[in-house]
């Protein structure tokens, strides 16, 4: 029986060659050289900690209950909004309108406004206080 016969169906194993391939090229002269890497740290083996349980987050609404269709949807079953959503809603508004006009006043358009209207403010008060010096002198 012939060698191919022995190894039909099977990969070849590679030759190994007589000597090591190194373990880097060779750097040519223009090549900048990296300084070798020194040995890290022996690092002890530790076990890995045990994760704690989780507590368990129970039904919504707390007490051992199952929460109501109010609870879940903001409205009761004849449709009427709840309190809570109600009040959540306006939070919700304020919250937004109030970011929103920090936001505008932040921006290079909102801060030329509150320049403008300092300098407005400030051009009132003037006039105002010219009228005021006039009618005190007749």
């Given at each position: 029986m012939s060698s191919d016969e022995r190894n039909h169906g099977r990969i070849p194993e590679p030759e190994t060659p007589d000597e090591p391939a190194p373990d880097v090229t060779p750097a040519e002269p223009a090549t900048p050289t990296v300084p070798d890497v020194p040995p890290s740290p022996d690092i002890p083996d530790v076990p890995p900690a045990a994760p704690e349980p989780a507590p368990d987050p129970g039904p919504v609404g707390g007490g051992g209950r199952a929460p109501t269709i109010e609870e879940i949807t903001g409205y009761t079953r004849d449709g009427v909004p709840t309190l809570d959503s109600?009040?959540?809603?306006?939070?919700?508004?304020?919250?937004?309108?109030?970011?929103?006009?920090?936001?505008?006043?932040?921006?290079?358009?909102?801060?030329?406004?509150?320049?403008?209207?300092?300098?407005?403010?400030?051009a009132a008060a003037d006039k105002l206080a010219e009228i005021r010096r006039s009618l005190r002198s007749e």
């Open positions: 109600v009040r959540e809603k306006i939070e919700h508004r304020s919250a937004t309108a109030i970011g929103a006009e920090e936001l505008a006043r932040e921006s290079v358009s909102g801060r030329t406004l509150d320049d403008e209207y300092e300098a407005r403010q400030a």
